[in-house]
């Protein structure tokens, strides 16, 4: 099986782009991290992200209009790929081989 | 917030500096988009600092450009660089040593004059609606239509009328210092506060902001009273917050008069960084009840009331100035002598934020800036800059010589033009960030000293600054670039042959750059040197000329308004025998001539009106003999004489007078008949001319001497002088402080010596002397180092040279010559720069004073020896140390 790597940031933002589904850019990707996980995030590390995957082709991107409030910088949208839906595919799938693999009797120890 | 709704233009430049090109518009619209919706959610002061903030998290390997990242992180030199540098500058000790010390303290200069610079230009900016708010200036002209003053103060009447009259002033309040009153407060006495009072609108106008309290309602009542939160403490002491002063009651007192007033709220301290400091505000209401209709309306003359206008947004002030002859016809006319009131009067208004810095007008508030200072300043601290980087290139260039070899062999291993310029940055940089924190602490060091001396309340704390930090950080980064870049491209460019024999390319003419920079510093130094002197001798013979009256051993007490018995008080004054001679005099020598009222003179049987402005002063019989001012014609006031009861005037008048009122000869004066005082003001009256006085300087150096009067005065006198003699000072300042204290047990008594009034006149030249002084020394020393340091490396270029010469018989005067012969040439080329250029600059300041020292041949050619010896100097030691090496020594290897 071809290794689908994805840091947990990576996976997040992979996941919000998805939810977003086609209104997905910088401030909004961030918002919506920031409203759902409750978790502060820098520019410098969602854009590196953002980056990162569009170069492994999970993210494809493309410029929308300009508006005013950006002074007058166009947005750029992303969106999940193919490839991107089978890395994020994949890795809930090994996440949920791991978690049927752990024995019953680790959570009974704890809760005990 | 006008200014603060756009991001920062500095961090978008850094960001488009470093971010890859395809990435930043969006990233950047990002940013903005953010940062907008900051700035309106929050409107604090820290959204700036939050972009800064983001965008300098930007800086990652992902985001960079592509280039800059291969060469700086793929390529791996980064460590290589870092380590050879390291490596060389641990080698080279001394010049490291000397490099460090002429950089730092090049940047301590120029960090400080920085900061100075900073905050003389934030005055009053903090003002919200700074740009809309005018100071009304009111200009007088004489009967020739020449302006004869210009003042900082309006008349009672302007604010109001001109706010009435047009829709396009919002706001005006006017500032009166009323009379200094005691306060009390629970039964306690605070006397002569300086209590101001002013306009409703002075809330609108000024950002004042109130610790407790609503500006809004704060002068509703019309004895209310605001006061500072350091007023605040001194009255309801360090626990004030506690203990709700709003509504308590303060008795404001004077001269028998009492009301008591009621604190409604508490403002901030006003910052230092603003023209005016009051510490006390009441409504002006209560002022306006107290003097009546008819004073108030005023609107020529009794210029006291300070006025500020606030303009509708966008309003220029020309649309207000317009209207001036309009305004003076409605409200004034026509004088009684048939002449338009229009003709004498006019009004400036004076953007708020040019008067800290442009403006020195009649009656200023405060000790204002100067827009000059500020200018030499700037230049002296960017010259110095320059001068610390030259040095560092002249003492690079000299250093990486020695390593050519290293050079050759770099190149002939592969290494390209552009890793070889990155190598000599790298140490360009580390040696800028090794002098960063030296000259900080330097800077840390001599703060103290600029502030005490400055008057100012300057702090160096990078924490708390952030603008500071970052221009630091942009700081080190442009002197690192300058300073490195010449070395490393010369460097680079070096031909590998050359390279690899070495020493042989360096005495080539393509050193000629070098001497292009060793001449720039010699021309900041000579320039600097020059100008100093000019400063000094200026300064020399303002301390040395004749002011014309004595100036030395005289004390001046300032009378307070507890002491009314004049006559009893000045005998038992002068009641010691270190105490002789003491007069009442309006005004004093070392003052302004700043009163004065129209004047007519006798010729022949006809009044004529005088058409020059003849200022008074109000002194008694001993005032000549105090300040042994001479007599040219004519005699003296005699005790008796009495303006008030005798309904006759008594007039002396300076020889200047004379002059402009048509007589050569003083003698011919003496007893003509002069009216003084205003038409209709029945105080003052005709009376002759008793005598005239030889010139002397009322007023500084910096103007004319100017015709004046002096009258045989018996009020307004707030003044006492009196000789004193040398020797035990402390029993006649006891005798002063006890005889003050029978008449007046309130206050202390404000006694100074003219001498050092005399000398604060000059105060800003004083301080521009020993600034510039420091300067100078820092610019010798950092060339002084560079030199050392330069001529040490030509010797060891030289070194066989000097010895195949010496072998073949050459003296050590010999040798000495030809290495100090450049130099010669390099500062004759300097001095020619340098001197027209100083002078050309510094005549300017020169031409503020009326009476000046011209610039002697000495002054002139001064700078240029003191160059040459320091030069003689640094070179001569080491150039004798090396003719004095055995040349077997330095000829053995090969």
Redesign the interface.
Not at chain 2, 69 to 89: A, D, E, P, W
Not at chain 2, 273 to 299: D, W
Not at chain 2, 630 to 653: P, T
């Given at each position: 099986m071809k290794d689908y790597q994805l840091g947990e940031f990576e996976e997040i933002v992979l996941l919000t782009v998805a939810i977003l589904h086609g209104d997905a850019?910088?401030?909004n990707v961030?918002k919506e991290i920031q409203r759902r996980l409750g978790r502060q995030v820098?520019?410098?590390?969602l854009?590196?992200a953002l980056?990162?995957m569009e170069e492994k082709s999970y993210l494809a991107s493309e410029?929308g209009e300009a508006t005013a409030?950006?002074?007058g910088?166009?947005?750029?949208y992303f969106a999940v790929t193919d490839l991107g839906k089978k890395a994020l595919a994949y890795t809930k799938e090994t996440r949920n081989q791991l978690w049927d693999a752990i024995p019953e009797v680790v959570f009974k120890f704890r809760w005990a | 917030m006008s200014t603060d709704v756009h991001p920062p233009k500095l961090a978008n430049t850094l960001l488009a500096s470093f971010c890859h090109p395809h990435y930043l518009e969006d990233i950047q619209g990002d940013l903005e988009e953010e940062y907008y919706e900051r700035v309106r959610d929050t409107k604090g002061k820290w959204n700036k600092l939050w972009y800064f903030y983001q965008v300098f998290k930007l800086i990652r390997p992902k985001l960079i450009k592509r280039n800059k990242v291969k060469n700086l992180i793929y390529s791996s030199m980064l460590k290589n660089y870092l380590k050879i540098g390291f490596r060389n500058l641990w080698k080279y000790k001394s010049g490291t040593l000397i490099n460090v010390l002429g950089l730092s303290t090049g940047l301590a200069a120029f960090i400080l004059i920085a900061l100075f610079i900073k905050d003389e230009l934030s005055y009053d900016i903090h003002h919200k609606d700074a740009d809309n708010i005018y100071r009304l200036t009111i200009k007088n002209f004489n009967t020739d239509g020449d302006l004869s003053r210009q003042w900082a103060f309006a008349s009672a009447g302007h604010a109001t009328r001109l706010k009435d009259d047009y829709a396009e002033i919002t706001h005006a309040t006017r500032f009166y210092p009323w009379a200094f009153p005691d306060l009390t407060v629970a039964g306690k006495k605070f006397p002569s506060e300086q209590v101001v009072f002013a306009d409703e609108d002075v809330f609108d106008i000024f950002t004042f902001p109130f610790l407790i309290g609503d500006p809004q309602t704060a002068f509703s009542d019309i004895q209310s009273l605001v006061l500072t939160e350091s007023s605040a403490i001194k009255l309801f002491g360090n626990d004030w917050r506690g203990k709700d002063i709003i509504g308590e009651p303060v008795k404001l007192e004077r001269s028998g008069q009492q009301a008591t007033f009621t604190v409604t709220g508490v403002m901030e301290n006003m910052p230092e960084q603003q023209h005016f400091h009051f510490e006390y505000l009441a409504p002006i209401n209560f002022i306006e009840k107290l003097f009546g209709e008819s004073s108030m309306s005023n609107v020529t003359g009794n210029y006291n009331w300070l006025t500020y206008l606030k303009l509708k947004d966008g309003t220029a002030p020309e649309t207000i100035e317009s209207k001036r002859d309009e305004f003076f016809d409605k409200y004034v006319g026509q004088f009684s002598n048939g002449l338009d009131a229009k003709a004498f009067y006019d009004f400036e208004l004076q953007p708020l934020l040019s008067i800290h810095l442009n403006s020195s007008l009649e009656g200023e508030i405060e000790n204002n800036g100067s827009i000059q200072q500020i200018l030499i300043f700037g230049t002296i601290g960017v010259l110095l800059l320059l001068v610390a980087c030259i040095n560092y290139m002249n003492l690079a260039t000299s250093h990486f010589s020695r390593r050519m070899k290293e050079v050759g062999v770099r190149k002939v291993m592969g290494a390209q033009k552009s890793s070889l310029i990155n190598q000599f940055l790298t140490e360009a940089f580390l040696v800028n960030l090794m002098a960063v924190p030296m000259a900080i602490v330097l800077g840390v060091l001599a703060l103290p000293y600029l502030n005490e001396f400055m008057d100012k309340q300057l702090s160096l704390n990078l924490i708390a600054n952030v603008d500071l930090l970052l221009g630091l950080v942009l700081l080190i980064i442009l002197v690192a670039v300058i300073s490195g870049s010449y070395p490393s491209l010369f460097l680079s460019k070096i031909n590998l042959i050359q390279a690899l024999k070495g020493e042989s390319a360096i005495n080539s003419s393509k050193w000629n750059f070098r001497n292009v920079l060793v001449t720039f510093q010699y021309v900041v130094t000579i320039g600097l040197i020059f100008t100093l002197l000019v400063i000094e001798s200026q300064l020399s013979f303002i301390q040395n000329s004749d002011p014309g009256y004595r100036k030395d051993q005289i004390i001046h007490l300032s009378l307070s308004r507890n002491i009314n018995n004049l006559d009893v008080f000045k005998r038992e004054m002068l009641n010691h025998p270190n105490i002789s001679n003491g007069t009442y005099a309006s005004r004093i020598p070392t003052g302004r001539l700043a009163d004065s009222m129209g004047a007519g003179f006798f010729k022949n049987d006809s009044v004529v009106g005088l058409d020059f402005r003849l200022p008074f002063i109000l002194v008694d019989e001993d005032f000549l003999k105090t300040f042994e001012i001479n007599l040219l014609a004519g005699e003296n006031f005699k005790a008796s004489m009495d303006m008030g009861g005798d309904s006759v005037g008594y007039y002396l008048i300076n020889n200047a007078a004379a002059k402009a009122l048509g007589y050569n000869d003083p003698s011919e004066v003496v007893g003509k008949k002069l009216s003084y005082g205003q038409y209709n003001d029945q105080s003052l009256r005709a009376g002759r001319i008793l005598g005239v006085t030889q010139d002397f300087h009322f007023e500084s150096l910096h103007n004319e001497i100017k015709p004046m009067v002096m009258l045989k005065g018996s009020w307004n006198m707030n003044r006492l002088c009196m000789q004193v003699k040398p020797e035990d000072l402390a029993s006649t300042i006891d005798h002063i402080e006890s005889t003050w204290t029978k008449f007046d047990p309130e206050r202390s008594a404000n006694y100074r010596f003219l001498d050092e009034i005399f000398s604060e006149q000059y105060q800003a030249e004083q301080r521009l002397s020993t600034m510039i002084t420091a300067f100078t020394i820092i610019a010798i020393l950092i060339g002084c180092l560079g030199l050392i340091g330069m001529v040490g490396f030509i010797i060891d270029t030289k070194l066989k040279e000097i010895g195949i010469r010496k072998v073949l018989g050459a003296s050590i005067t010999n040798i000495a010559s030809g290495i100090g012969k450049k130099f010669l040439l390099l500062i004759g080329i300097a001095f020619i720069i340098a001197v027209p250029t100083a002078y050309y600059l510094i005549s300017g300041w020169l031409d503020d004073f009326v009476y000046r020292t011209s610039i002697a041949l000495w002054i002139i050619l001064a700078p240029a020896v003191a160059v040459l010896m320091i030069t003689a100097i640094s070179v001569g030691y080491q150039t004798l140390k090396a003719s004095l090496v055995n040349p077997v020594e330095c000829l053995k290897d090969e």
């Amino acid at each position: 099986m071809k290794d689908y790597q994805l840091g947990e940031f990576e996976e997040i933002v992979l996941l919000t782009v998805a939810i977003l589904h086609g209104d997905a850019y910088g401030v909004n990707v961030k918002k919506e991290i920031q409203r759902r996980l409750g978790r502060q995030v820098s520019v410098g590390a969602l854009q590196s992200a953002l980056r990162r995957m569009e170069e492994k082709s999970y993210l494809a991107s493309e410029f929308g209009e300009a508006t005013a409030v950006r002074g007058g910088k166009r947005k750029k949208y992303f969106a999940v790929t193919d490839l991107g839906k089978k890395a994020l595919a994949y890795t809930k799938e090994t996440r949920n081989q791991l978690w049927d693999a752990i024995p019953e009797v680790v959570f009974k120890f704890r809760w005990a | 917030m006008s200014t603060d709704v756009h991001p920062p233009k500095l961090a978008n430049t850094l960001l488009a500096s470093f971010c890859h090109p395809h990435y930043l518009e969006d990233i950047q619209g990002d940013l903005e988009e953010e940062y907008y919706e900051r700035v309106r959610d929050t409107k604090g002061k820290w959204n700036k600092l939050w972009y800064f903030y983001q965008v300098f998290k930007l800086i990652r390997p992902k985001l960079i450009k592509r280039n800059k990242v291969k060469n700086l992180i793929y390529s791996s030199m980064l460590k290589n660089y870092l380590k050879i540098g390291f490596r060389n500058l641990w080698k080279y000790k001394s010049g490291t040593l000397i490099n460090v010390l002429g950089l730092s303290t090049g940047l301590a200069a120029f960090i400080l004059i920085a900061l100075f610079i900073k905050d003389e230009l934030s005055y009053d900016i903090h003002h919200k609606d700074a740009d809309n708010i005018y100071r009304l200036t009111i200009k007088n002209f004489n009967t020739d239509g020449d302006l004869s003053r210009q003042w900082a103060f309006a008349s009672a009447g302007h604010a109001t009328r001109l706010k009435d009259d047009y829709a396009e002033i919002t706001h005006a309040t006017r500032f009166y210092p009323w009379a200094f009153p005691d306060l009390t407060v629970a039964g306690k006495k605070f006397p002569s506060e300086q209590v101001v009072f002013a306009d409703e609108d002075v809330f609108d106008i000024f950002t004042f902001p109130f610790l407790i309290g609503d500006p809004q309602t704060a002068f509703s009542d019309i004895q209310s009273l605001v006061l500072t939160e350091s007023s605040a403490i001194k009255l309801f002491g360090n626990d004030w917050r506690g203990k709700d002063i709003i509504g308590e009651p303060v008795k404001l007192e004077r001269s028998g008069q009492q009301a008591t007033f009621t604190v409604t709220g508490v403002m901030e301290n006003m910052p230092e960084q603003q023209h005016f400091h009051f510490e006390y505000l009441a409504p002006i209401n209560f002022i306006e009840k107290l003097f009546g209709e008819s004073s108030m309306s005023n609107v020529t003359g009794n210029y006291n009331w300070l006025t500020y206008l606030k303009l509708k947004d966008g309003t220029a002030p020309e649309t207000i100035e317009s209207k001036r002859d309009e305004f003076f016809d409605k409200y004034v006319g026509q004088f009684s002598n048939g002449l338009d009131a229009k003709a004498f009067y006019d009004f400036e208004l004076q953007p708020l934020l040019s008067i800290h810095l442009n403006s020195s007008l009649e009656g200023e508030i405060e000790n204002n800036g100067s827009i000059q200072q500020i200018l030499i300043f700037g230049t002296i601290g960017v010259l110095l800059l320059l001068v610390a980087c030259i040095n560092y290139m002249n003492l690079a260039t000299s250093h990486f010589s020695r390593r050519m070899k290293e050079v050759g062999v770099r190149k002939v291993m592969g290494a390209q033009k552009s890793s070889l310029i990155n190598q000599f940055l790298t140490e360009a940089f580390l040696v800028n960030l090794m002098a960063v924190p030296m000259a900080i602490v330097l800077g840390v060091l001599a703060l103290p000293y600029l502030n005490e001396f400055m008057d100012k309340q300057l702090s160096l704390n990078l924490i708390a600054n952030v603008d500071l930090l970052l221009g630091l950080v942009l700081l080190i980064i442009l002197v690192a670039v300058i300073s490195g870049s010449y070395p490393s491209l010369f460097l680079s460019k070096i031909n590998l042959i050359q390279a690899l024999k070495g020493e042989s390319a360096i005495n080539s003419s393509k050193w000629n750059f070098r001497n292009v920079l060793v001449t720039f510093q010699y021309v900041v130094t000579i320039g600097l040197i020059f100008t100093l002197l000019v400063i000094e001798s200026q300064l020399s013979f303002i301390q040395n000329s004749d002011p014309g009256y004595r100036k030395d051993q005289i004390i001046h007490l300032s009378l307070s308004r507890n002491i009314n018995n004049l006559d009893v008080f000045k005998r038992e004054m002068l009641n010691h025998p270190n105490i002789s001679n003491g007069t009442y005099a309006s005004r004093i020598p070392t003052g302004r001539l700043a009163d004065s009222m129209g004047a007519g003179f006798f010729k022949n049987d006809s009044v004529v009106g005088l058409d020059f402005r003849l200022p008074f002063i109000l002194v008694d019989e001993d005032f000549l003999k105090t300040f042994e001012i001479n007599l040219l014609a004519g005699e003296n006031f005699k005790a008796s004489m009495d303006m008030g009861g005798d309904s006759v005037g008594y007039y002396l008048i300076n020889n200047a007078a004379a002059k402009a009122l048509g007589y050569n000869d003083p003698s011919e004066v003496v007893g003509k008949k002069l009216s003084y005082g205003q038409y209709n003001d029945q105080s003052l009256r005709a009376g002759r001319i008793l005598g005239v006085t030889q010139d002397f300087h009322f007023e500084s150096l910096h103007n004319e001497i100017k015709p004046m009067v002096m009258l045989k005065g018996s009020w307004n006198m707030n003044r006492l002088c009196m000789q004193v003699k040398p020797e035990d000072l402390a029993s006649t300042i006891d005798h002063i402080e006890s005889t003050w204290t029978k008449f007046d047990p309130e206050r202390s008594a404000n006694y100074r010596f003219l001498d050092e009034i005399f000398s604060e006149q000059y105060q800003a030249e004083q301080r521009l002397s020993t600034m510039i002084t420091a300067f100078t020394i820092i610019a010798i020393l950092i060339g002084c180092l560079g030199l050392i340091g330069m001529v040490g490396f030509i010797i060891d270029t030289k070194l066989k040279e000097i010895g195949i010469r010496k072998v073949l018989g050459a003296s050590i005067t010999n040798i000495a010559s030809g290495i100090g012969k450049k130099f010669l040439l390099l500062i004759g080329i300097a001095f020619i720069i340098a001197v027209p250029t100083a002078y050309y600059l510094i005549s300017g300041w020169l031409d503020d004073f009326v009476y000046r020292t011209s610039i002697a041949l000495w002054i002139i050619l001064a700078p240029a020896v003191a160059v040459l010896m320091i030069t003689a100097i640094s070179v001569g030691y080491q150039t004798l140390k090396a003719s004095l090496v055995n040349p077997v020594e330095c000829l053995k290897d090969e």
